[in-house]
Nanobody, 126 residues
Framework: QVQLVESGGGLVQAGGSLRLSCVAS????????MAWYRQAPGKDRELVAA???????KYENSVKGRFIISRDNSKNTIYLQMNNLKAEDTAVYLC????????????????????WGQGTQVTVSS
């Protein structure tokens, strides 16, 4: 069972920035896809961004140009740099590891097999 621990959330004013981190308990080199999701109160969980082993990325349309996902396999860590934050970005952000998914041509094809972190709260005040 992979353990994923997120950090970096908090309260920020609109237009500000935050950097989220997710540390895995095992070597993530061979994990096909690592991803960030978010869930706001009363809403479904949605994909924010995903990064594949070849550093191919997929972003949800509303965060394109503002968020950057990256992975550092040497540290078993993925990051989500969030810039120009908006009130609608307020949510719990969750890290996901996907053992068999694929990121290809701006699409993410999840395998449904993986692990979740406990989440970190991001609150953007307007």
């Amino acid at each position: 069972q992979v353990q994923l621990v997120e950090s970096g959330g908090g309260l920020v004013q609109a237009g500000g920035s935050l950097r989220l981190s997710c540390v895995a308990s095992i070597d993530i080199t061979n994990w096909h896809v690592m991803a960030w999701y978010r869930q706001a109160p009363g809403k479904d969980r949605e994909l924010v961004a995903a990064v594949g082993r070849e550093d191919r990325t997929k972003y949800e349309n509303s965060v394109k140009g503002r968020f950057i996902i990256s992975r550092d396999n040497s540290k078993n860590t993925i990051y989500l740099q969030m810039n120009n934050l908006k009130a609608e970005d307020t949510a719990v952000y969750l890290c996901n590891s996907d053992v068999g998914g694929t990121v290809w041509k701006d699409n993410y094809y999840p395998s449904g097999i993986g692990s979740w972190g406990q989440g970190t709260q991001v609150t953007v005040s307007s």
